[in-house]
């Protein structure tokens, strides 16, 4: 029997993933949940919180040691570990201090030699490094097979082709202005559905203006409205190694992203129903001790579980190599459905307290909003 | 490391199964749905107690001495190669599954907390298990069918309803109370062999669906068994009353991932024959389209998909927790509620989404509408199964969270 074969069903962490496990919790707890309340209503984030999601070595791990990171392998699963567990905490800062990772690992999977060694080295460095994917785009029912942003080949004056001309807009792009680099999904005017290019476009670059969105809920994470107006770039800033740039695995990488935030917030709305539940008394008990409540809570733990296990089946593939559209397409149904489902339970069942904003359930609430939306923001 | 596709020992047992479930059970599917009480004689190949004969029934539970020293290995053991084999097979049906000879629920029981006398006595019998009465179901603490002890025999009086495979099984296990004033703790499982003067199966029901399997009436009329068929041991524990419950209740521990398997199996049969109808009539799915510019019917079949995906990962990991020595009781629970609701609405949707066809007996898809219903109540229904998790979960006692 081949190595693969041997391969069992396992829900065990390897001890690399238990440990950054322990330390992402420790951090969260004690750096993150008491503070998100007040990132929100302040409706920022303070950049020495980056700087500290920056030494658990979030951005770094991967990164292959000749551009100064440490060299581990390339790990959907311990990234989607990550998302989860940031997202325990905080659901905009797990976007925001995982935008850059979301940027290197496109850089990993797509990047030639010498992007890689440009660029990559920029984000394994001691600095908070802003970066950012920008693949959704403003307006409804956006689809990223039909991409309204095009990268149109570029003619010089002489006839020469070279470098490619950026026209479009982009929606919920993390640090926006202050983005060292930001990854702009593009299709050609005239291609098949799906066809899409990816390109580099550095801070400050000329035809790009920004604009801060504000959101019924992720508050804290510096999002942005990115307009392109005839943006050249070289033909090196297009995205092309030994693999091709390849729109599908982005985006499919992309949901088991948005479903592992989905996973850690849906956590944090079932550990803080649990204890309020269990003290609110009313008719002279708990109110837990009504099966009416005690079964919305129940449901909330197997919907909960059943969505982690699907997240993680479609990023175990992912790193085993096997295909995993289909496997990250259902994760993403059950995200958006269940995770939504799980954050207005949440409010209900602290009933109006939840409407409050003392408590943190209308928190998750306007966040796991977001879900649906979160195509092409971090992939793990 | 975190995998969750099956090992290819689980895949190949997989393969098995589905072609069992293809070639012994669906040319018969219909035949038994619509012959309600005749034996499906097409089965005796399957027969179970044989097979265990045949091995020479190692019983369950003797395991190799381990070296403490080395790190525990992952197994992927009897529970996941139990669920997955239950699945195939109820994709095939769910009715004739459960009628394969020798493979009866007792047969669980027995393996769970007979005595190394016992499993050698009772292994190789096709073994029922009679529970629930008139007046007490969900409530198994409640039985009031009694054994008392008459010299070196047990005497058993009660009626037991709702017993599969009653009628074609050749033996019964059946819970009784040997003290109804001591409650739970009192209540012992019997072994009794078909034939056994004072047990009479009464009566067949005739069902909604899994008419294929039979489902029987058992009355008990000072029916006598040796004292050395009560399965464990007769002390009545006085403080640890839960414990002594609870180790007649552990059976099911074990058995819910199995009921829970079959509703994945049987929902999954619902789900690719509707995937056929739909794609003759010119669907694709191609996991592409967001759900809203999907059509409504595209749509409506990834989220049964991915509802099922999810169900079934439940189904395997509670299973995957019993095979390395995890406690697994509410995980077990989770997975049966979620896949028994799931398995029934994903069943009852691909007969309307199917129209006239899906409702009508030209195809199978009525037919797994009707069977999956029983999954989500048999060996503890939806509700029992929140009852279970929620207590598990928010540390709640029977008496604080009724």
Redesign the interface.
């Known amino acids: 029997m081949s190595e693969a074969g041997k391969l069992l069903f396992d829900l065990t962490l390897t001890d690399e993933q238990a440990l950054m496990r322990e330390t992402v919790r420790k951090f969260v707890d004690a750096e993150v949940r008491p503070f998100a309340r007040k990132y929100d209503e302040a409706g920022a984030t303070p950049r020495e919180l980056w700087q500290k999601t920056l030494e658990l070595g979030v951005n770094a791990v991967q990164i292959p040691e000749e551009q100064g990171g440490f060299g581990s392998t390339r790990s959907p699963i311990s990234n989607t570990l990550l998302a989860e567990d940031l997202a325990r905490g905080d659901m905009s800062l797990a976007l925001s201090a995982l935008s850059t990772l979301s940027f290197v690992n496109c850089l990993l999977d797509f990047g030639n030699a010498s992007q890689k060694a440009q660029l990559l080295s920029a984000c394994a460095a001691d600095g908070f490094h802003p970066a950012a994917v920008a693949l959704a785009e403003p307006g409804t029912r956006f689809d990223p097979l039909k991409l309204a942003t095009t990268a149109t080949r570029a003619t010089s004056a002489t006839g020469n082709q070279g470098g490619y001309v950026l026209q479009g807009a982009k929606t919920l792009v993390a640090f926006g202005p202050e983005a060292e680099h930001v990854l702009v999904i593009a299709r050609p005017p005239h291609g098949a559905p799906g066809e899409a290019g990816a390109f580099v476009v550095p801070r400050g670059q000329a035809g790009v203006s920004w604009s801060r969105e504000a959101f019924m809920g992720l508050r804290p994470a510096p999002l942005h409205r990115m307009q392109l107006d005839g943006v050249q770039v070289p033909e090196s800033a297009r995205l092309g190694g030994d693999v091709p740039f390849q729109l599908s695995r982005l985006v499919d990488l992309s949901r088991i992203g948005a479903a592992a935030l989905t996973v850690g917030t849906c956590q944090a709305v079932l550990d803080y129903v649990k204890s309020y539940c269990n003290e609110r008394i009313a008719f002279g008990e708990p109110i837990t001790n009504r099966q009416s409540v005690a079964f919305m809570i129940a449901d909330i733990a197997i919907e909960l579980d059943a969505l982690r296990l699907l997240t993680y089946r479609a990023a175990a593939r992912a790193e085993r190599g096997l295909p995993f559209h289909r496997e990250a397409y259902l994760a993403r149904i059950q995200a958006v459905e269940k995770g939504m489902k799980i954050g207005t339970d949440g409010v209900q069942l602290l009933g109006g307290h939840g409407f409050i904003r003392e408590h943190m359930v209308e928190l998750w609430y306007r966040n796991l909003r977001a879900v649906p939306l979160l195509e092409g923001t971090l992939c793990v | ?8 020992q ?1 895949a190949g047992l997989e393969t098995l199964m589905r072609s069992v479930a293809t070639n012994v059970m669906r040319p018969i599917s219909r035949k038994y749905d619509k012959q309600e009480h005749d034996v499906p004689v097409e089965l005796k190949v399957l027969d179970r107690s044989r097979q265990r004969q045949a091995s020479g029934a190692a019983p369950a539970g003797e395991k190799k001495e381990k070296d403490p020293t080395q790190p525990r290995q ?3 053991g009897p529970a ?1 190669a139990a669920v997955v084999s239950i699945e195939h097979m109820a994709w095939g049906d769910v009715g004739l599954m459960l009628s394969i000879p020798g493979g009866g629920l007792g047969n669980a029981a027995i393996n769970a907390v007979a005595t190394a006398e016992q499993k050698e006595r009772f292994g190789s019998l096709y073994a029922s298990m009679a529970i629930t009465e008139p007046a007490s179901g969900s409530d198994s603490g409640s039985i009031s069918t009694t054994a008392r002890l008459d010299g070196d025999e047990w005497v058993i009086d009660g009626e037991k309803i709702f017993v599969t495979a009653g009628g074609r099984c050749n033996a019964v296990v059946v819970w009784a109370t040997l003290d109804k004033h001591k409650g739970k703790a009192a209540i012992k499982s019997f072994v009794v062999p078909k034939g056994t003067p004072g047990m009479e199966v009464v009566k067949l029901e005739h069902k909604l669906g899994i008419r294929a399997s039979d489902t029987a009436t058992i009355l008990f009329t000072g029916c006598r068994v040796p004292k050395g068929n009560l399965l464990g041991h007769a002390e009545v524990a006085e403080g640890e009353k839960r414990a002594a419950f609870g180790k007649v209740m552990q059976t099911f521990d074990n058995t819910r991932p199995g009921v829970a398997a079959m509703s994945i199996g049987c929902a999954r049969a619902a789900l690719d024959l509707a995937r056929e109808l739909l794609e003759k009539d010119g669907l694709r799915f191609d ?7 999907a059509s409504a019917a595209e749509a409506e079949l ?2 049964m ?3 099922w ?3 079934r ?2 189904v ?2 509670a299973a ?1 927790m019993a095979d390395n020595g995890q406690p697994n009781s509410m ?1 077990a629970s ?1 997975a049966k ?2 896949a028994g609701r799931v398995g029934n609405a994903i069943t009852l949707r691909c007969v309307e989404l199917c129209g006239s066809i899906g409702y009508g007996e030209d195809t199978l898809l009525e037919k797994f509408a009707r069977d999956s219903k029983i999954l989500d109540i048999f060996e503890g229904t939806q ?1 029992i199964q ?2 279970i ?3 598990r ?4 006692s029977s008496a ?3």
């Not at chain 2, 996991?287 to 510019?293: E, G, M, N, T």
């Open positions: 490391m975190i995998n969750l596709e099956l090992s290819e689980l992952v197994k992927n996941m996991y592409d389209k967001p759900l809203w510019d990834y989220r998909e991915a509802d995906e999810a169900a990962l439940l395997l990991r995957w995980e989770m509620a979620k509700q929140q009852l998790v929620a207590r979960l928010l540390g709640k604080e969270l009724k």
